[in-house]
């Protein structure tokens, strides 16, 4: 099968063949039609996460997918051959930049009737990181949460899904932008171009930050006394380690690492998190079920081929997307 493969630290991706993942008795083989192209998966290439999990050499890259199970291992039950399917990829076992991959029976679900293969593609990753993000916060119906940049990817899933939890959501982001996030769900809409969201916002319930360290300070201002923050880009802590099981070394790491972010939510009594999101079939079986009662579209910014994988995470980079870059796999 062809997959795009990272031979070492910052090289471009090159298109191999392999053989066809073989699969263990909790497994299924997944054949990819879409696979979901992320910042995560830049940050693997230049090796940002390595500390928290530690790739090797060659390494098919690719976290999220939707496909059809063309096999199921003997432990399986809930799926068949032919299923349509999506996931985030286990931490350990990534790899959906590929014709096929295998993958536990615990990480996937199956994909909303109304939903392409193309849409399904945009889910799993973003969508979970916004359900985990909202269950580390203990969010309430009826509080508010600020969403920064909630213009692009992550924002196109966490907002409807917030939306379906009966938050008041705010976020930030380009002019050009209002409608659509509206759309979807927004109760303020804030132009960081001619606002600054600081100086407006105050004793918000949740923040979810998606700018890291740049932006922390000013997030922490804006929350209440006793409120959360979820981190997607800042610095991991000692209570992520915790979370995660991580080593002792890794704990005290950690706990230097993210000791500044720590102090700031210390001086109100708030809570910081640091999310790296984990692969979770349950999760997305409740992400299925918000999807189907309120038929929500998924945003697809741009479609490329197999061939063009380095393009795809060039542009995805650069960040300014409207919603998800895809890879397109399958026919």
Same mark, same amino acid.
């Given at each position: 099968?062809?997959?795009?493969?990272?031979?070492?630290?910052?090289?471009?991706?090159?298109? &191999?063949?392999?053989?066809?993942?073989e699969i263990g008795a909790d497994e299924v083989l997944v054949k990819i039609m879409y696979a979901g192209v992320n910042p995560l998966d830049n940050m693997i290439v230049r090796e940002e996460v390595k500390l928290i999990t530690p790739y090797k050499y060659p390494l098919v890259m690719g976290n999220e997918f939707s496909g059809v199970v063309e096999k199921v291992g003997?432990?399986?039950?809930? !799926?068949?051959?032919?299923? =349509?399917? !999506?996931?985030?990829?286990?931490?350990?076992?990534?790899? &959906?930049?590929?014709?096929?991959a295998a993958i536990s029976r615990d990480a996937i679900s199956k994909v909303p009737d109304y939903l392409s293969f193309e849409e399904a593609a945009c889910v799993p990753l973003t969508a979970l990181t916004a359900v985990q993000s909202f269950e580390l916060m203990d969010v309430k119906e009826g509080e508010s949460i600020f969403i920064s940049g909630g213009t692009g990817s992550l924002g196109?899933?966490?907002?409807?899904?917030?939306?379906?939890?009966?938050?008041?959501?705010? &976020?930030?982001?380009?002019?050009?932008n209002r409608q659509r996030v509206m759309d979807r769900g927004v109760s303020e809409f804030?132009?960081?171009?001619?606002?600054?969201?600081?100086?407006?916002?105050?004793?918000?319930?949740?923040?979810?930050?998606? %700018?890291?360290?740049?932006?922390?300070?000013?997030?922490? /201002?804006?929350? /209440?006394?006793?409120?959360?923050?979820?981190? %997607?880009?800042?610095?991991?802590?000692?209570? !992520?380690? /915790? =979370?995660?099981g991580l080593s002792s070394v890794k704990k005290l790491l950690f706990k230097f690492a993210g000791l500044k972010f720590d102090k700031m939510a210390a001086k109100k009594n708030q809570k910081y998190y640091f999310l790296f999101v984990e692969s979770n079939g349950k999760q997305l079986e409740k992400v299925s079920r918000i999807f189907e009662e @309120? @038929?929500?579209k998924?945003?697809?910014?741009?479609? !490329?081929?197999?061939?063009?994988?380095?393009?795809? %995470?060039? @542009?995805?980079?650069?960040?300014?997307?409207k919603g998800k870059t895809l890879i397109k796999i399958g026919e």
């Open positions: 099968m062809k997959a795009a493969i990272l031979n070492k630290k910052n090289s471009p991706l090159e298109i &191999t063949e392999i053989p066809i993942p003997s432990n399986v039950s809930g !799926f068949s051959e032919g299923d =349509r399917v !999506f996931a985030r990829m286990p931490l350990d076992k990534i790899g &959906t930049f590929a014709e096929y196109a899933m966490a907002i409807p899904i917030a939306k379906s939890l009966g938050l008041h959501i705010i &976020t930030s982001g380009s002019e050009r804030i132009d960081y171009k001619t606002q600054d969201y600081s100086e407006i916002l105050s004793d918000v319930d949740y923040v979810l930050d998606t %700018l890291g360290e740049s932006e922390l300070e000013k997030e922490f /201002k804006i929350l /209440k006394p006793g409120g959360s923050l979820v981190s %997607l880009r800042g610095l991991p802590n000692h209570e !992520f380690a /915790k =979370r995660m @309120k @038929k929500i998924p945003s697809v910014d741009t479609v !490329f081929e197999l061939s063009d994988v380095n393009k795809a %995470l060039d @542009k995805v980079d650069k960040g300014g997307s």
